[in-house]
């Protein structure tokens, strides 16, 4: 399984925004509205930012939006914080393998 | 509260065998689907396998099929995984993680390390 293509790094200042994407296919992003984004700091458990594309878990911040356009979705941070620094992960439902298929992985610095 | 707590990693040789277990608490266990997704070194997540609610469906990555069992003790609240003839590109941080119920994972655990090597 082919993993989803993120963009290896992603940098901004504090408060501006920033937008990570993810790209798929018809098989996976494309058709099904059940793309997801998690949060990891290195060496701790990877926590849930967005789910069925643009839902917000509770307790997540509303800095953190999800949208998708055709094969392609896309995380975006507003206000950007210096807490915001770690690495995000897109996933997908993959129809091609009845299972999950999770991207590549961002690196987001705060400059 | 939610706690996912994998154990069960270590060193072992190519060639060799190991079951990681996934202890659940703070939700009922026995209506979840239940995942492993694991990092290599340096590298990003990679989802494994996942295990339905009852047991009786798994699905696995091209890569571990036919290598890597799953299963689950209901009764225990415990998932595993059982890892036979591994290869050095097995290393790495096994994490077990919750389904959301709707194609996501909603909590997962702090991993536990897997290396490969003689």
């Known amino acids: 399984q082919s993993a989803l293509t993120q963009p290896a790094s992603v940098s901004g200042s504090p408060g501006q925004s920033i937008t990570i994407s993810c790209t798929g296919s018809r098989s996976d992003v494309g058709t099904y509205d059940v793309v997801s984004w998690y949060q990891h700091y290195p060496g701790k458990a990877p926590k849930l930012m967005i789910y069925e594309v643009t839902k917000r878990p509770s307790g997540v911040s509303n800095r953190f939006s999800g949208s998708k356009s055709g094969n392609t979705a896309s995380l975006t941070i507003s206000g950007l914080q210096a807490e915001d620094e770690a690495d995000y992960y897109c996933c997908s439902y993959a129809d091609s393998h009845t299972s999950y298929v999770l991207g590549s992985g961002t690196r987001v610095t705060v400059l | 509260e939610v706690q996912l707590v994998e154990s069960g990693g270590g060193l072992v040789q190519p060639g060799g065998s190991l079951r990681l277990s996934c202890a659940a608490s703070g939700f009922t266990f026995s209506t979840y689907a239940m995942s492993w997704v694991r990092q290599t070194p340096g590298k990003g997540l990679v989802w494994v396998s996942t295990?339905?609610?009852?047991?009786?469906?798994?699905y696995f990555a091209d890569s571990v099929k036919g290598r890597f069992t799953i299963s689950r003790d209901n009764s225990k609240n415990t998932m595993y995984l059982r890892l036979n003839t591994l290869r050095a590109e097995d290393t790495a941080r096994y994490y077990c993680?919750?389904?959301?119920?709707?194609?996501?994972?909603?909590?997962w655990g702090q991993g536990t390390l897997v290396t490969v090597s003689s």
């Open positions: 295990i339905s609610a009852d047991g009786t469906t798994t």
């Open positions: 993680a919750k389904d959301c119920g709707l194609w996501c994972f909603d909590y």
